[in-house]
């Protein structure tokens, strides 16, 4: 079976969680400042702040701003379900924008039309490792007064107009263990304000500037030393990781285009795109089911998958509440039916991508 992710570390990886273990120092220490200081460079920010893991860091980042009760965060209903969760626990109200098809996601203009007298944050999400057109996106933010955060969870090095994903307002990362970086679980913010980024490490560790010395109430959202070594060595393979990521998205794009009912992702001008998926979408055209795609698929030895089956409020539990505004959105509505995301991670061989290709190949023809 050709694996939709694999995860593997490398000697570097073992070398630093074992220098940690064995310097007993293993909860947040210089290992999680190190790790910071090379992502803050990898971004091009003036400051990185870890924690726990992603969620925590899109919750932080909308704590900082200080909204008030009925404050509006608007982000995009085609996303992992933490985007919504972090905008909920941090006491604020969600309400969604419609995605393009070309990118997956928000755009200025969907962005613009969703806006009210109460939105105070846009929350893009760079679905996929495709960052959104921040270009736009942020100067529609200066001209309202609006703050940004940027759900960059599955994006970590994307970039358009030559800036990386995380430098256009608060940026939030992921290290889940699928992510293209990962800590097992782990999360960053980024950020150059100095007195946004001081305060996040306040409230990362309960408050405290100094021992017992407690400014505000805060959290224990620290990352441990035991995750930073393991995500240290990757920052410094995190090129060549892309690259594999590029070349095998390549391939897969030049195979599959040209096939009745199957459209391939593309990588939009001006932008880097880290491929943390590879997503197409099967039309009807197809003449077949996404469904049918699917077991076809794993009867050839390939996994995929659907990410996401729904539209992040189309849950019960989120229907209803009054902090969940929801409205129609007729693209996402199309593209969550439509979307299968194909393995495209460092570890598939030529042959293996020139299999998938023939696979899908077959399975609409037949
Ligand atoms: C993974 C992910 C998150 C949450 O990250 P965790 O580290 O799993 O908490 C948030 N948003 C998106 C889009 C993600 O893919």
């Given amino acids: 079976m050709i694996p939709i992710t694999v995860v593997e570390f490398g000697e570097d990886e073992e070398r630093l969680v074992l220098e940690a273990l064995k310097s007993g120092g293993i909860a947040q220490g210089p290992r999680v400042k190190e790790f910071e200081e090379a992502f803050a460079e990898m971004i091009g920010v003036r400051h990185a702040v870890a924690v726990n893991n992603g969620t925590t860091s899109l919750v932080a980042s909308i704590d900082v701003l200080d909204l008030n009760p009925g404050d509006e965060v608007l982000t995009s209903p085609f996303t992992f379900v933490a985007t919504l969760n972090a905008i909920l626990e941090a006491g604020a109200t969600a309400r969604f924008a419609d995605i393009s098809a070309d990118d997956f996601n928000v755009t200025a203009a969907t962005l613009e039309a969703g806006l009210t007298e109460r939105t105070r944050v846009l929350m893009p999400v760079h679905l996929y490792g495709q960052i959104a057109d921040m270009v736009a996106i942020s100067s529609l933010a200066d001209s309202r007064g609006l703050a940004i955060v940027e759900d960059a969870a599955q994006a970590h090095g994307a970039a358009i107009g ?71 060595p990757q920052i410094g393979r995190y090129d060549g990781i892309v690259a594999a990521r590029r070349a095998n998205a390549k ?42 795609v699917v077991a076809k698929l794993g009867e050839r030895g390939v996994s995929s998958g659907i990410y996401y089956p729904k539209l992040v409020f189309d849950y019960e539990t989120y229907r209803g509440r009054p902090e969940v505004i929801i409205d129609e959105y007729p693209v996402a509505e199309r593209v969550v039916a439509e979307v299968l995301s194909l393995p495209v991670h460092p570890h598939l061989t030529p042959a293996d991508l020139d299999h998938i290709v023939a696979s899908l190949a077959a399975i609409v023809d037949a």
């Fill in 251 to 292: 391939r897969l794009t030049a195979g599959l285009e040209g096939i009745r009912g199957i459209v391939p992702p593309r990588e939009l001008a001006g932008r880097r795109h880290v491929w943390h998926q590879y997503t197409i979408r099967v039309t009807e055209e197809a003449g077949v089911s996404r469904e049918e």
């Fill in 162 to 232: 030559g800036r990386s994903a995380g430098t256009y307002g608060l940026g939030s990362f992921s290290f889940y263990a699928t992510k293209n970086i990962t800590t097992g679980e782990g999360g960053m913010i980024t950020t150059d304000d100095d007195v946004l980024a001081d305060r996040l490490r306040i409230l990362r560790n309960q408050g405290m500037r100094a021992r017992y010395q407690y400014e505000v109430a805060g959290h224990n959202w620290r990352m441990t030393d035991l995750q930073a070594a393991i995500g240290i």
